[in-house]
């Protein structure tokens, strides 16, 4: 126990940082995992899709809300160039997102009526929507701030101990309701925790503006609405790609099918947890290493990282069974089929976050806002047509389809950009189809246990023979 101890603590900051977020990644997402089969016992599936919707309809709001600045791609870069005072910068962009959250409200307020219709959810949890987006940004910022300075210790417990107490908070309170006869469950779920989260945020929210003291700060606001306007139709593309499946399987075939499919899509992205721990090193490192110029390094970083999420996502398709099977009841295994086409698409997403980081890099907003704005009127589409004729399963392979077609426009943005070669065009192809038809390729064997534990064993022993370079090519990504 001592010599691993040592070790940890003779690690390099930015891999010891990784190691730590990638901790609280699967943590604050595995609590999640362990409360499922108490809340699918306790909802009924319609129930479930209402949250299920709510999240859907959340992701939309957070985009006019925060005015984008809550997203990876723009707060990383933000956070590059504004590196002499990051408090400052922060604290300004809390006076974006609160402004813009204030004008949501009013209109909600003005047409009221029309609004409720639309998202066909209670009031109340409209209302919920518009209180977390005034405060939760700067839950966002400050977190991000600390990854992106490797302070891992704080974000750790601020990240992991918020979830673990919302989730017991918001079990209590539904379990507490059921028992009284109480109805309107899936808003006392949300209140519940969202109360909690929101205390936690106003807290840092606080901070913050003590520490920035540029609430209202135009110099900075200015050239950040410039950039941020443009990305508003890029990251309403990237909800559509993520969300509106739900939103069209709950309005087109019904809410129970929108749950079954919302607890298939997050068992899909285990890929995901591991991908935003990488990231953590990664957008620091890429964004550094554009701005020298140093393109080797990056192509030779990225490869082992992207193998890596590959292999989970095989995993995590060919799991799907077993893992449903613990955290659901026997109504949600039909959606075991919908686990292979999103674990795919979780893979070529991430390859989009590599070549999309150049385009961010760059302020390249047009750029960025084209390639999402086409992969979502695909996906919509496409879910118009096959979801009437093939059920809520048809909504996976939709989503694959047009993760590739965003990932193959924003490489096509990185050559057009920087002239000079970046990343390995026929590792990103292969990878793509290699990922994709294992992951497809699981549907075959879902009746042969025996078949997939061996070949899931496989992975695993790959996974353990490329970890070294797997944690050499994290460790030589420090700035």
């Given at each position: 126990m001592r010599s691993i101890v040592n070790k940890i603590r003779n690690m390099p900051l930015n891999l010891k940082a990784t190691l730590v977020f990638a901790?609280?990644?699967f943590a604050t997402s595995g609590i999640n995992y362990i409360t499922t089969p108490i809340f699918t016992a306790l909802l009924t599936t319609n129930e479930y899709g209402t949250i299920a919707v709510y999240n859907s309809w959340f992701d939309i709001v957070k985009v006019f809300a925060s005015m984008t600045l809550i997203y990876p791609g723009i707060l990383n870069v933000g956070l590059y160039d504004h590196s002499q005072n990051r408090w400052k910068y922060l604290s300004s962009m809390l006076g974006i997102t609160t402004f813009c959250t204030a004008v949501l409200g009013i209109l909600y307020a003005l047409f009221f009526d029309a609004a409720n219709s639309m998202f066909a959810l209670p009031p109340s949890l409209v209302i919920l929507m518009l209180f977390t987006s005034v405060f939760t940004p700067a839950t966002i910022?400050?977190?991000?701030?600390?990854?992106?300075?490797?302070?891992?210790?704080?974000a750790f417990y601020v990240s992991v101990g918020s979830a673990v107490f919302a989730q017991i908070i918001s079990?209590?309170?539904?379990?507490l309701a059921k028992n009284l006869g109480l109805g309107h469950l899936p808003e006392i779920r949300l209140w519940s925790a969202g109360i909690l989260n929101v205390a936690v945020a106003i807290v840092l929210f606080v901070y913050i503006l003590v520490k920035g003291k540029a609430f209202l700060d135009f110099s900075v606001w200015k050239p950040t609405f410039l950039v941020a306007l443009p990305l508003i139709p890029h990251y309403l593309g990237s909800v559509v790609l993520s969300s509106t499946d739900?939103?069209?399987i709950g309005q087109m075939i019904g809410e129970d099918k929108a749950g079954i499919y919302s607890l298939a899509a997050i068992l899909s992205a285990i890929g995901v947890l591991l991908w935003r721990a990488l990231s953590v090193t990664f957008a620091p490192f890429v964004n550094e290493k554009l701005g020298k110029r140093d393109f080797v390094q990056i192509r030779r970083s990225v490869k082992p990282l992207l193998t890596m999420v590959g292999l989970v996502c095989v995993i995590a398709a060919l799991a799907a069974?077993?893992?449903i099977?613990?955290?659901a009841t026997d109504e949600y295994l039909a959606g075991v089929y919908v686990v292979?086409?999103?674990a795919a698409g979780i893979f070529i997403h991430a390859q989009y976050d590599v070549f999309s980081a150049v385009s961010f890099f760059h302020k390249k907003s047009v750029r960025i806002m084209v390639a999402t704005v086409t992969a979502a009127v695909v996906n919509i589409v496409l879910n118009y047509l096959f979801i009437s004729l093939f059920g809520y399963i048809a909504a996976g392979y939709t989503t694959l389809i047009s993760n590739l077609i965003l990932s193959g426009m924003h490489y096509y943005n990185t050559r057009k950009i920087e002239k000079e070669k970046i990343y390995d065009a026929k590792f990103s192809l292969l990878s793509a189809i290699a990922v994709s038809l294992l992951c497809l390729a699981s549907n075959l064997v879902y009746g042969y246990s025996i078949l997939r534990y061996l070949i899931i064993l496989g992975m695993l022993i790959i996974a353990a023979i490329k970890s070294k370079t797997f944690v050499k090519a994290i460790i030589e990504m420090k700035i």
């Open positions: 901790i609280s990644n910022f400050w977190t991000f701030k600390q990854r992106y300075e490797y302070t891992y210790k704080a079990i209590a309170a539904v379990m739900k939103i069209m069974p077993e893992i099977s613990i955290l292979p086409p999103i």
